[in-house]
Each structure stands twice: as C-alpha cells, then as structure tokens.
C-alpha cells in the first residue's frame, strides 16, 4: 500500500531580525571572498552557459552579476542555479536544518543574517530562518520574517513558503496579535491572504477574514486567487459536511494552484475524505505533503501523522509504523512528533 501511494505522487509529479537588515542598510562589512558561480539557460533554452564573477543582486524578477569587468543582467527565471560562498554561520544553520535542528538553525542563521553584508545573500538567510520558523511551528516568528522578505522582494522565489495557516482550530492569541502585525506592516495582498488565514476561525475576526478571503479569491493574480479560495474550503471543512461530488471538484482545482503551492489544498481534501470515512483516499491526499510539499515542515509532519491514521485503521499496521518512524525522524520538533511517538509507544 505504502510503495503504491508513493509512486503514484511521485511518479505524477515527476511528470507533470529580521526587518532591520532588510529594510535599512547594515553597517559596512568586509565583503565575503571568492567568486560566484552562474548557471543560465541560453537564449534558445537549449543548452546552458556557466558565468564567474560577482553576483550584485539575485530577487524573483532578475539576476545582475559583474562578469569579466561587465555588469550584464537575467531574467530569473533563466538562472538554473548560483554557487557562491557563504558565512560560516549559514553553513552551519543549513546544516542544522537538513538535520531536522530546526532551533539549533535558527540560532546559527540569526547570526549569520547579521554579519552577512550582501542583501541578496541576506535574503536568502531570512528564507533559511523561516524554513526553521515553520519546522517548528512558530508560525508568528515565520509570518514577521516572511512579511520581511516581501519588504525586500516582493516578487520573492521562495513564495512556496508562505506560512498559512491550513487548520480549522482558532488561533491562540499571540498568534492572532501577529497577524494583525502582518497586514499594519505590509498592506499588500499576500499579507492580507496571510494574516486572513489565520484569522479564518478567529471567533472576533472570522468574519472579516472570511470576507478578506473572498475578495482575494477574485484576485487577477493566479497564486493569490487560488490560496485565497482553498483557504475558504476549511469552512467546509470545519463542518465535516463536503459531499464526495464537491471534493472531486476541489481535486480538479487543485490543478489550477502553482505547482509548489499545492500542499495546503491536498490538505483539505485529505480532510474531507476522511470526514466522509473514506481512510484510503484521504491518505493517499495526506501523503502529498511529506513525500512532495514539505517546505511547511509541521504541516508536512501533522499530514504524514494522519496519513498513519488512516492507514492504521485499515489494518495497515506497518505502512502506518513506517510513517510515525518518518516523522520522528524528519520533524522531531514538530507537535506531530508527539503524536507519532505515542502511536509508537502503542
């Protein structure tokens, strides 16, 4: 069983802090030595060319390095992939992150974002600091740090990370003053998406953040609109009441959401077939999250607990012990863990 749901994700993918070093100027730093290293694709997309020397800046709209005494500029969606050396610090963090530390990483990433004096770079340190912020579940640390990036790129390549909230519990209160933070910080759209989406079941904002969530839902831009109307799908959801017709279309309309931001939605429809009493199919959605949609680590690990779930009440017993070992594994510091352990231990 295990094996079968996971070539079928698989295989179907396969084809188909801190604001202040961001939004002001550090402090002059020696500049980090060595020369970078860029891959683009050539202009026939073809073939690629491989580029040395110093990159100035790196955001989601373009690339701009200095090449053999040239400052020559790519679009970003050209650039396949950028070696340049990094702090001490920030090798250190990222390292703490691949060894499921999410704490011990964002210790060595706080600092490294302070020393560190290129921008672009110091970017993708804060990118490094939110991936630790969700792998353990501070959503609010994660909402400020990500509404950060945005104030430096607002066309960020790291949107996958954006830290909606996907449950149907209401927020504790700190976490709902965060979100309030996130939208007086940064009127944009996607703080508005971020902060109504912890706001969904938020007993005096609900409402309104149901109403916020509409409005995006008829966005023009195609990764709001789409968030914005599975964000509104956990209403039905909450009410365990989604006939299997309807969860069929959400299944079809996942289809619509850019590739990397599907996590959340399979989620949901996870959650329906589950509350229909339908434990394959809702596992088979589960497993989305940890064997492709993991950037929300303790989305991923509640996800790959509840896939066990399921599993475990068709008598797939080791399919589930399998899943529980994972997550212990991959997100020990997650809520889920917790849970996993004690299926464990039974």
Known sequence: MMANLRRVVSGRWRMAVY???????????????????????????????????????????????KASGDVREFD????????????????EGLKAL?????????????????????????????????????????????GKNFVALLESDPYTRHFKLIPLDWQTAPPDADLASAARGWVRNNDSDIAKLMSSSVLLFDPAAGSQAAETLDRLARSPDRKIFTLARAQLWR??????????????????????IPEPLRGGAYFQIARAWSGRGDPERAAAAFLWLPLVYDSDGGLAATAAVAAGDELSNIGRTADAVQLYREVLTRFPKTTAAGRARERLER
């Open 76 to 91: 970003a969606t050209k650039v396949t992939n950028v070696e340049s050396p990094r702090l001490e610090k920030h090798i």
């Open 19 to 65: 604001l202040w070093p961001l939004a002001f100027g550090l402090a002059p730093l020696a500049p980090v030595s060595a020369e970078d290293q860029v891959t683009v694709r050539t202009s026939t997309g073809a073939g690629q060319a491989i580029l040395t020397g110093e990159v100035l800046e790196w955001n989601g709209e373009r690339l701009r390095m």
């Open 235 to 256: 209403k039905q959801v909450a009410a365990r009441d989604v006939p299997a017709g309807e969860i069929e279309r959400w299944e079809d309309r996942v289809k619509d």
């Open 98 to 142: 691949e060894a499921g530390k999410p704490d011990e990483a964002h210790a060595s990433l706080t600092q490294a974002i302070t020393e560190e004096p290129r921008q672009w770079m110091r970017r993708e340190i804060l990118t490094a600091i939110v991936r630790a912020d969700l792998a353990r579940e501070d959503r609010a640390s994660a």
